[in-house]
Each structure stands twice: as structure tokens, then as C-alpha cells.
């Protein structure tokens, strides 16, 4: 009943006096966090957040555009002309490490794949993860916690969007975390979901005629032994089983023997099945 009427209150005071743009993100957030949809609200938040934003996100703070992503996408609410109007990524620069992954999986939820958002996502984040640059910076001030390294893979592979570059730092940060005071932070949610991103990024490709792992499987199965070194225990069933699950959906169907080979194969079939004839009389 108290939504409700702030839902009511909220759509009244917009007809008579626009919400300011941290008001609106502030609602939505709200909303989403007790998992309440209001459509007439969201859509008049939606409505109401189009007129700053098309003037380059005047009046919202990097973390009022996060939530503004993230209450959308966690509400599933795929509202078309708010995520194109947040598309381009101008603002990624400003923003902190959980604003870039709640950005990014709430793109990824609503599977809206906009590149120059990915692309300005990923280039943030690789500025503030460790060992991401050839003289062995990155910014770990503020760095990534377990789970936003997860989502942050996570959000690549809906999507089909390979970046090797910064999967190779979200794996090494995550194995970097693994031997350090910060291992305990890897529960079995946050490192299944890591793996099953890389996996199923890419799990295995032909090449004349044979399988080869990919560059998304090695990543899994090297988070996987620093997991198993770092933090005995930690690779249970519901970690391996989303690894299984992601490469299982990659494996191509089964290589068919050439038409000389079946002809082969179907010769010494026949012969066998005589041989057994013969035997039985």
C-alpha cells in the first residue's frame, strides 16, 4: 500500500513538476529493489529521464545512470528509447567499478547489445584492473569485488561479444584475489558464473576436422586450478556444472566420417553380421 500511494504521488507531482534526474534514479532503485513493477511509474520515470539524458546525462550522477540500468533491468523492463539514450558510453570514464558491472549486466539481462557502451565499459574497467597494462598497471584503488568481476564476464557472453583483453584481466584479477585475503569473497555463485562466461564465450572450435579448446575454456579451467590451490573446497557440483553446461551448448554436432569411410565401415559390418550367421548353423 505505501508503494502504491508513492507510485500515485509520484505520477501526480510529475504532471504538475518534473522530478529531478537523482529523484527519478532514486525511485526506479527503489521499485526494483522490492521487486515491485509498476508500469505506469516505470514508464514515466522512463519518459521523464529522456530529455536530460539526451543532453549527455545532465543532471544524473554516474550512479543514478547505473541504477537507472540496473532497476530496469532487474524489473525486466527492456524500455527501448531509455537504453538508446544511455547508449554510447560517454560517461563510462566516471564511473566506479560497481556502476561498470550493474551497466553491464543490466544490458545484458535485457540482452541489448550496444558496442560503443561495451566497448567504453571495457576500456574503464581494464583501467582499473590489475596487470591489465603491459607495464603491469591498473588502477586497484578501487578495485573489483568477486561477484563484479563475475557479472562483469557475464555480461559479455549473452551478448556473444568476445573481449579478449578483458577477460584475460578479469581472470587474472580474479586468480590475483584467489591468493590474497580477498579469496573468501569467491563463492560458489560468483565463480561458476565467472566460468560459465568464459566457457561459453567460446568452449571449443574445428580446426581440420578437430576439436581445440578456446581461449575462453583455458581461461575457465585456469580460474578453475587457482580456485582448487587457493580455496580447497571451493570448486563444488554447482561450480563445474555451469562449465559442463557451457560447453555442452559450444560443442559442434559430431564430425561425420567421410562417404569412402561409411562405405568402409558398413563393408565390415556386413562381413561381422556374416561371420555370426555362419557361426550359428
Not at 98 to 105: D, P
Request: glycine letters at 8%.
Amino acid at each position: 500500500p505505501l508503494l502504491k500511494a508513492i507510485s500515485s504521488a509520484s505520477l501526480k507531482l510529475r504532471a504538475e513538476e518534473p522530478f529531478a534526474p537523482r529523484g527519478l534514479a532514486h525511485i526506479a532503485w527503489s521499485f526494483a529493489t522490492v521487486a515491485l513493477r509498476d508500469a505506469p511509474l516505470l514508464d514515466a520515470i522512463a519518459a521523464a529521464s529522456l530529455q536530460p539524458l539526451a543532453r549527455g546525462g545532465a543532471g544524473f550522477s554516474s550512479q543514478g545512470l547505473a541504477n537507472t540500468a540496473w532497476a530496469f533491468a532487474t524489473l525486466e523492463v527492456r524500455h527501448m528509447p531509455l537504453l538508446q539514450a544511455m547508449s554510447g558510453g560517454s560517461r563510462c570514464s566516471e564511473f566506479q567499478t560497481q556502476e561498470l558491472a550493474n551497466t553491464a549486466w543490466a544490458f545484458a539481462s535485457l540482452r541489448v547489445r550496444d558496442d560503443p557502451l561495451l566497448d567504453a565499459i571495457s576500456a574503464a574497467a581494464l583501467r582499473r584492473l590489475p596487470g591489465a597494462h603491459a607495464d603491469g598497471g591498473g588502477d586497484d584503488s578501487e578495485g573489483f569485488t568477486p561477484q563484479q568481476l563475475a557479472n562483469m564476464a557475464w555480461a559479455f557472453a549473452p551478448l556473444e561479444r568476445p573481449d579478449g583483453p578483458l577477460l584475460d584481466a578479469i581472470a587474472a584479477a580474479a586468480m590475483l584475489q584467489m591468493r590474497s585475503r580477498s579469496a573468501h569473497g569467491f563463492g560458489p555463485q560468483a565463480l561458476a558464473g565467472m566460468m560459465w562466461s568464459f566457457a561459453r564465450i567460446g568452449c571449443t572450435h574445428q580446426q581440420d576436422g578437430h576439436s581445440s579448446a578456446s581461449p575462453g575454456l583455458r581461461l575457465s579451467m585456469q580460474v578453475l586450478r587457482a580456485a582448487e590451490a587457493s580455496m580447497p573446497g571451493a570448486v563444488l557440483p554447482e561450480v563445474i556444472g555451469p562449465l559442463i553446461s557451457a560447453c555442452e551448448q559450444q560443442l559442434p554436432p559430431p564430425l561425420q566420417p567421410p562417404p569412402q569411410r561409411q562405405q568402409k565401415q558398413q563393408q565390415q559390418q556386413h562381413q561381422y553380421e556374416h561371420q555370426q550367421q555362419l557361426q550359428q548353423q
